[in-house]
Nanobody
């Protein structure tokens, strides 16, 4: 069983920045994909950014140029640097890891962007 755990959410004003962290219980290299999703109240969960096993990072159009997904392979940790935050970015952000025979979700971390 692979576990992931997010941290770093909080309340920030529009235009501000936050950095989310996702610590994994297994080597990042064991994942086929590692990604960040978010779910706003009343909406479905949506992909924010994902890095695949070949190192390619994909971003949702609504965060391109504002969010940056990175990883520290020595710490088994992924990061989501979020800049120029907008009220529409308010959501619970989840880390997701997919590998051979498993899908793992974290408990989520709340990000609230105020005007």
């Amino acid at each position: 069983q692979v576990h992931v755990a997010e941290s770093g959410g909080g309340l920030v004003q529009a235009g501000g920045s936050l950095t989310l962290s996702c610590v994994t219980s297994a080597s990042i290299f064991s994942f086929n994909a590692l990604g960040w999703y978010r779910q706003a109240p009343g909406k479905e969960r949506e992909l924010v950014a994902q890095i695949t096993e070949d190192g390619i990072t994909n971003y949702a159009d609504f965060v391109k140029g504002r969010f940056t997904f990175s990883r520290d392979i020595f710490k088994n940790t992924a990061y989501l640097q979020m800049d120029s935050l907008e009220p529409e970015d308010t959501a619970v952000y989840y880390c997701h890891a997919r590998g051979a025979g498993f899908h793992s979700w974290g408990q989520g971390t709340q990000v609230t962007v105020s005007l």
